[in-house]
C-alpha cells in the first residue's frame, strides 16, 4: 500500500536530499512538508504546510502519515542565542514526536549529532542528548537516532569554519577507524539514503553513529 511520509527540515541538507528520494520512490504517494517557507517544487506528491514550527501541536489534525523524518536543526554559529537553539533542536523534534504518537505513526526517524548525551556539561550535546530521550520517551514503535558527525554538503549559506573542518576531516577520515569511525565526516546524502533504509527494513539499533550510518546508506 502507498505511504504517506511527513518531513521536517525539508530545505536543508539533509532534508532536501531526503525528499528527492522520496518523490522518487513509487512506494510513497505523498510526502507531506512543515515548514516555515516553500521549497519550491511543484511534484503532485508534496503536500506543504506552511507554519510555524514552534507552534507544530497546533496542527494534529494534518499532521498524520505512516512515517516521520526529522531533519530539523541548527547550529552555534547560526544561532547563537541559547534559548533559541533549544527551542529548534529540542523542541521542534520532540514536538514532531508527540504528534507522531497521538497519532500512532509507527516510525520516527530523527537527525541528531555525535556527542548527544543528556548529562553532558557542554550545553549543545545535553540539549541534543535531552532531545533524544524526550523522543524516547513517546514509546514509538520504531525510533531510529541518527548521530553523524560533520556532515558534508553544499549549502546556500557560506560557512568558513565548516569549509575548513571539512578540508580537515578529508585528511583525517582515512585515520579514523575502530571505536573512532564513528567521527568520520559523512555527506548528507549519505544519510538521507541511510534514513530512507531505516524505515523500510528492520534494523535493530535505535542510536545509529557515523560509521554505521555510512554502511546503511551505502546499501
Aim: aromatic share 8%.
Amino acid at each position: 500500500m502507498p505511504k504517506t511520509a511527513i518531513l521536517l527540515g525539508g530545505s536543508g541538507a539533509v532534508g532536501s536530499e531526503l525528499l528527492q528520494l522520496l518523490l522518487a520512490d513509487s512506494r510513497y504517494e505523498k510526502i507531506k512538508l512543515f515548514a516555515r517557507s516553500s521549497v519550491k517544487n511543484n511534484n503532485p506528491k508534496i503536500e506543504e504546510h506552511l507554519i510555524n514550527l514552534f507552534e507544530l501541536s497546533a496542527y494534529a489534525d494534518v499532521f498524520k502519515g505512516d512515517e516521520v523524518y526529522c531533519c530539523i536543526g541548527t547550529t552555534k554559529a547560526k544561532t547563537p542565542d541559547k534559548k533559541t537553539y533549544r527551542d529548534i533542536d529540542f523542541g521542534i523534534p520532540v514536538a514532531a514526536a508527540k504528534l507522531a504518537a497521538d497519532n500512532h505513526i509507527g516510525t520516527y526517524i530523527v537527525v541528531s549529532a555525535i556527542g548527544a548525551d543528556a548529562d553532558s556539561s557542554i550545553f549543545y550535546n545535553r540539549t541534543k542528548g535531552e532531545m533524544q530521550e524526550a523522543v524516547l520517551s513517546e514509546h514509538i514503535t520504531k525510533v531510529h537516532l541518527l548521530q553523524p558527525s560533520l556532515i558534508l554538503a553544499e549549502r546556500k549559506e557560506n560557512r568558513i569554519a565548516e569549509k575548513i573542518a571539512e578540508g580537515f576531516m578529508w585528511v583525517l577520515n582515512p585515520l579514523l577507524f575502530g571505536g573512532a569511525a564513528k567521527y568520520r565526516s559523512i555527506k548528507a546524502a549519505t544519510i538521507a539514503r541511510a534514513m530512507l533504509w531505516l524505515a523500510n527494513n528492520n534494523y535493530i539499533q535505535t542510536v545509529i553513529t557515523s560509521d554505521k550510518i555510512e554502511e546503511l546508506g551505502s546499501k
